[in-house]
């Protein structure tokens, strides 16, 4: 059993349970634009190093965690965006009777190439080192300036409250989540996934080329006899698709985890 707290966010109650895991950086509190315009229960939890959660951040801590507060609550389908759907795939892997159903957002399966991993390992643990050495707001400002990580296209409101989101986290929180839950230190999923027995669906924005590429890659090399592995793309979206097009991904979400299509 992990040691500490899952900080879990919950929204709603009267529609089916799902299980939505943040990104780097954020926080449950992320999903706030998908209860706002669906009817689902949410389970959102702050993962290891993020927000109110005190489990440590490694990825068997993790994964442990969220398996326990599936346990507790039932089985459910698990959405992860970006570093969340990484560990949600660890998660359908080791407790495939827990996920029903596994959707990730703008997430890859970790690096395949060693070499790359240990390059990405280096620099993780060299931006870990400077996010101790600032405060979290500076840190924020400078990562969203990142291609990758700044949502694109959002109105002066929406920007001020994905910033608040951000800063509900403290330096050592992100640099230990870097350390241990980065891409570097995470082995190649990608192979393994293709043995899940639910249905995974890859979505990505329309603008985020390189998860797009990755999430077509994989699906195309599925078996087509097996479990569906479906890839979907939200128009005039990046990488922060969620906040950037929540009226898109919202009904999508809810179309996929109803009894019917699970």
């Excluded at 939505?20 to 509190?29: D, V």
């Excluded at 190093?49 to 965690?65: C, L, M, N, Q, R």
């Excluded at 599936?70 to 407790?95: C, E, F, K």
Aim: proline share 8%; hydrophobic share 40%; aromatic share 4%.
């Amino acid at each position: 059993m992990p040691n500490g707290h899952l900080n879990v966010h919950r929204f709603g109650d009267g529609g089916p349970s799902v299980m939505l895991l943040h990104g780097f950086t954020l926080t449950g509190a992320m999903f706030e634009p998908i209860a706002d315009r669906t009817d689902l229960s949410l389970h959102a939890p702050d993962l290891p190093g993020h927000g109110k959660t005190t489990v440590e951040p490694t990825f068997d801590g993790a994964v442990k965690s969220l398996a326990l507060h599936l346990q507790d609550h039932g089985p459910m389908p698990v959405i992860g965006y970006s570093l969340g759907g990484r560990i949600g795939v660890q998660v359908a892997l080791d407790h495939p009777d827990l996920v029903p159903l596994l959707v990730l957002i703008s997430a890859s399966f970790g690096i395949e190439d060693p070499q790359r991993r240990a390059d990405r390992a280096d620099r993780e643990t060299a931006l870990a080192q400077s996010i101790r050495t600032g405060t979290i707001e500076g840190f924020i400002d400078r990562w969203l300036t990142h291609p990758v990580a700044a949502p694109c296209g959002l109105d002066p409101a929406t920007s001020a409250w994905d910033r608040s989101v951000r800063l509900e986290n403290t330096v050592e929180g992100l640099a230990a989540a870097l350390e241990g839950l980065g891409q570097g230190k995470q082995d190649w999923l990608g192979d393994a996934a293709q043995t899940l027995p639910m249905h995974v669906v890859s979505v990505t924005g329309s603008r985020d080329a390189t998860y797009g590429a990755l999430a077509a890659a994989w699906c195309a090399a599925a078996d087509p006899d097996g479990p569906s592995r479906c890839h979907v793309v939200v128009p005039r979206a990046g990488h922060n698709l969620i906040v950037e097009q929540p009226d898109h991904i919202a009904p999508l979400i809810e179309t996929l985890v109803t009894p019917d299509n699970t």
